[in-house]
Antibody
């Protein structure tokens, strides 16, 4: 199933920006759609966005539309999430996950997550 | 898009069966056969247990099964084992290129 490793998390003030990365290995990254999912501390999972295998289509949850941008570099086997205008409520562990077959809402491989803390 | 409803907790003794429900609407669970279930142990990433309502990925024990009736999907865990104790989340395609998760259920093995 391969491996996914997120990075780029940390503490940031409200209104600032942060870019997360997700490095993929062990599978042909360019063949798969990818997702970002987050989990606020002690809370449930929240789907954020999906990007097609070739980057041709991207869809976002209303909660992050217009603030977050998902992209990928298939030559580097890396997925990105650019997060702008961060809010306190964006504090969460952010996971990247491999698509099992859109629109199945099935994610068959997950990273371990990276924690983003938005606080003044 | 509202989160899917799940009971906050469920429990059973080793060897017993337990069923967790996931209730949505005709716009998500009831409208598509795209319900998945995930198991999440504390501090770990979620693991896909069921997809397409009732299908199991390779490696998932057949003690885990899924079904759907109307706007409610269900996950049944049979022959409960200690390692089944975890949080369980359902998810569904919600149309218009959106995915919605359930609020999660904490399964306790007594």
């Amino acid at each position: 199933q391969g491996q996914l490793v997120e990075s780029g998390g940390g503490a940031v003030q409200p209104g600032r920006s942060l870019r997360l990365s997700c490095a993929a290995s062990g599978f042909r990254f360019s063949n798969y759609g990818m997702h970002w999912v987050r989990q606020a501390p002690g809370k449930g999972l929240e789907w954020l966005a999906v990007i097609w295998y070739d980057g041709s289509n991207k869809y976002y949850a209303d909660a992050v539309k217009g603030r977050f941008t998902m992209s990928r570099d298939n030559s580097k086997n890396t997925l990105y999430l650019e997060m702008n205008s961060l809010r306190v409520e964006d504090t969460a562990v952010y996971y990247c996950a491999r698509d099992w077959g859109w629109p199945r809402s099935s994610f068959d491989s997950w990273g371990r997550g990276t924690l983003v803390t938005v606080s003044s | 898009q509202s989160a899917l409803s799940q009971p906050p907790s469920a429990s059973g003794s080793p060897g017993q069966s337990v069923t967790i429900s996931c209730t949505g609407t005709s716009s998500d669970v009831g409208g598509y056969n795209y319900v998945s279930w995930y198991q999440q142990h504390p501090g770990k990433a979620p693991k896909l247990m069921i997809y397409d309502v009732s299908k199991r990925p390779s490696g998932v024990p057949d003690r885990f099964s899924g079904s759907k009736s109307g706007n409610t999907a269900s996950l049944t865990v049979s022959g409960l084992q200690a390692d089944d104790e975890a949080d369980y989340y359902c998810s569904s395609y919600a149309g218009s290129n959106n995915v919605v998760f359930g609020v999660g259920t904490k399964l306790t093995v007594l």
